[in-house]
């Protein structure tokens, strides 16, 4: 059973903290973010079975490197862009590395945590 989930730069959250029990029932006025609690909850789901089909059910390192998901993989996430998944619609940023600028994606981070687990 999921217990709580930490979730970084996805549509209106920069960072929350859900905490999860028996039974969760979302309650708040439109754009307060329901859907996207869900959402992010859809999307973790679809990492883990991504993380399985291409990496296996052990755990090999410490270091997780993550799974990418694209487009195509989100059928079952309500969205009319996937681009909208990401806070402020930013999905690159520019950054400064030596005299030349470079561009690097921005990760949507979605953290679970279970009985017993200290984070999938």
């Known amino acids: 059973m999921l217990t709580r989930l930490i979730v970084h730069r996805l549509k209106t959250f920069e960072e929350v903290d859900i905490e999860l029990g028996q039974r969760v029932v979302l309650i708040g006025p439109n ?3 329901k859907g996207s609690a869900l959402q992010a909850l859809s999307l ?3 990492g883990v079975r991504r993380w399985i089909e291409r990496k296996g059910k052990e755990v090999r390192s410490q270091n997780r490197t993550g799974v990418a998901i694209n487009r ?9 862009s996937v681009r909208m998944l990401w806070k402020d619609l930013g999905v690159q940023q520019a950054r400064q590395k030596g005299a030349k600028m470079v561009s690097e994606r921005i990760p949507i981070e979605i953290i679970a945590f279970g009985e017993g687990d200290s984070g999938a």
Request: a neutral charge.
């Open 72 to 80: 195509r993989d989100m059928v079952n996430i309500p969205v009319s």
């Open 31 to 33: 754009n307060s973010g």
């Open 44 to 46: 973790w789901y679809l």
